[in-house]
């Protein structure tokens, strides 16, 4: 996939930019932050960068957190699932979903950056949907622990 010009102004390729989402994420403590590389399992993303939240604020703060790192090195965001708007209610979860205590309740936001997609979810989410298990191939990258 297509890499996105650094601030440096040179590319920068997927690896990178999974690092960068993945890192952002830990700075704001983000939980059992996993890189997975689908590089040689899918044609729609290179990397799944999957975090877990501990609140509906956390979610929010990451989301940002996330795509304001990724806007400095040049990468754009090109769409984003699950965020509520301001003043309306997060989207209503699919059938067969996991439980929400109201629709306001965020649980899952998805920022699709072409080559990398991460997935912010908080436990019951992850643990429902278990991404880690449906892409069990994947393997995982090395990621240094936040300091």
């Known amino acids: 996939m297509s890499g996105a010009r650094g601030s440096s102004g040179s590319e920068i390729d997927s690896h990178a930019?999974?690092?960068?989402?993945?890192?952002?994420?830990?700075?704001?403590?983000?939980?059992?932050?996993?890189?997975?590389?689908?590089?040689?399992?899918?044609t729609l993303t290179d990397f799944f960068i999957?975090?877990?939240?501990?609140?509906?604020?956390?979610?929010?703060?990451?989301?940002?957190?996330?795509?304001g790192e990724l806007a400095r090195e040049g990468?754009?965001?090109?769409?984003?699932?699950?965020?509520?708007?301001?003043?309306?209610?997060?989207?209503?979860?699919?059938?067969?979903?996991?439980?929400?205590?109201?629709e306001r309740d965020l649980r899952w936001v998805l920022m699709d950056c072409g080559d990398i997609v991460v997935?912010?979810?908080?436990?019951?989410?992850?643990d429902f949907y278990r991404l880690e298990d449906l892409w069990a191939d994947a393997p995982r990258l090395p990621l240094p622990q936040a300091r």
Do not use: F, N, Y
């Not at 830990?26 to 899918?42: C, P, Y």
């Not at 059938?95 to 109201?102: E, I, K, L, M, Y």
């Not at 997935?119 to 992850?126: A, I, K, S």
């Open 119 to 126: 997935h912010l979810l908080d436990q019951p989410t992850r």
């Open 17 to 42: 930019k999974a690092l960068l989402a993945a890192r952002a994420a830990q700075a704001k403590q983000a939980e059992d932050v996993v890189i997975m590389d689908l590089r040689t399992l899918s």
């Open 50 to 67: 999957l975090c877990t939240a501990g609140s509906e604020r956390q979610l929010d703060a990451l989301k940002d957190h996330i795509e």
């Open 75 to 102: 990468c754009a965001v090109r769409h984003v699932e699950g965020a509520a708007s301001p003043g309306g209610p997060a989207r209503a979860p699919r059938a067969g979903g996991p439980p929400r205590a109201s």
